[in-house]
Every structure is written in structure tokens, then in C-alpha cells.
């Protein structure tokens, strides 16, 4: 069997090593073979592939898709998720229903629904006016905070197992993320290889 490089490879930059087209053949007839993979990347979706060596010198080959998927859910009718049998889990888990981002998700859907029905009644009172830029005004703050809560709480692992949240990483380098930074396949691929104990 063929080794693995002694580096990690420049992901943007370099031809795939032999192995690692080897198992992303393997990916592609398993999407086509399955059908719940089949549907849930029929649309598209960036994949990436990752082979990782653990402390006992064994290869682990890791598959990740980029941001979220629509599977079937419990009642049959699609819906959004981020998790895939044989795919590594996501850096945080936004889709997670009793979490802070779908709570914020529901209200500013909220707002929306209102800010609609107020805009469609057409002359306003001043008050209906005032309380409907009061709404337009809270729908953009708590995007805001909810796009600042994301950064902050995306919390990424470097080789040495030390954590920095996106947020932190951006201001170091003097701008801001941007959005979707944490669920591209590389981060979510890197984050279960630290997370694990394993080199990339």
C-alpha cells in the first residue's frame, strides 16, 4: 500500500494523492449506490475527502460535505440536516431545534410575518408606523447578533488542540468571516481530525 505524505498538503493547491482519489471514488459509487445519499446530494454539494493517521500509525478516512442536506425527516416530508451516516458532524450544529439559532431563526421569521402584515395594511398611524420601524429595527439587530452568536460560537481546533472561535480568527487577520465559514467540508474535516487525536 502506498504511504501517506509526511506533510499535510496545501488543499487549494496540489494533485490529489492517489489515495486519496481511491477514496473518493469510493465515495462517489457510494452516493450513487445509496439512495438517502443520492437524494440528499442530488442538487450539488462541495465533498471533500481527508485520510488521517492515528497514533498507531493506522489510516482513517474521513468524508465531509459542505453547510446542510435535505433528507427525508421523521415524517417523511424533507427537511434540513447536517448529519449523514458515514460523513464527519458539523463544527457547531445550527439546525438543532432547541438551540439558540433556531430560537432567534423563529423569531425573526416572527417579524417578518408581522413587518409583512403591517406593510400591507398601507397608511399607517404614526404609532403603526413607529412600531413597525421598531420591528424592522429589531429584526436587524438580532441578525446581527444571531451572524455574531454563529462566529463566535464556531469554536475550531489547530493540530496543538488549542480552540479559537471564528471571531477571534478573523479579528487577528483583520476582517470579518465570511458567512459560512465553519460549515465548508475542509474545517468540519479538520475539526474531527484534532478532535480525534489524528494527523492529517
Known sequence: MESLPERFNNPFRYAPHPLVREAAGRMLSRID??????????????????????????????????GSVTVPGPDGRPCLSNFLPGF????????????????????????????????????????AAAELERMKSRRRELSEYLQKWIFDHYELLNARGERRSISSLAESA??????????CAL?????????NGLKP
Open 33 to 66: 449506490s445509496d439512495p438517502l445519499l443520492r437524494g440528499a446530494f442530488s442538487e450539488g454539494k462541495m465533498l471533500g475527502v481527508m485520510l488521517a493517521e492515528d497514533s498507531s500509525a493506522g489510516i482513517h478516512t474521513l468524508y465531509a460535505f459542505s
Open 88 to 127: 464527519v458532524p458539523p463544527v457547531c450544529d445550527l439546525l438543532d431545534p432547541e438551540g439558540r439559532f433556531k430560537s432567534g431563526e423563529r423569531e425573526i421569521s416572527e417579524l417578518n410575518f408581522l413587518i409583512h402584515k403591517a406593510e400591507k395594511a398601507g397608511n399607517p398611524s404614526p404609532e
Open 174 to 183: 483583520g476582517g470579518l468571516p465570511p458567512g459560512g465559514t465553519g460549515d
Open 187 to 195: 474545517p468540519k474535516l479538520l475539526q474531527y481530525a484534532y478532535a
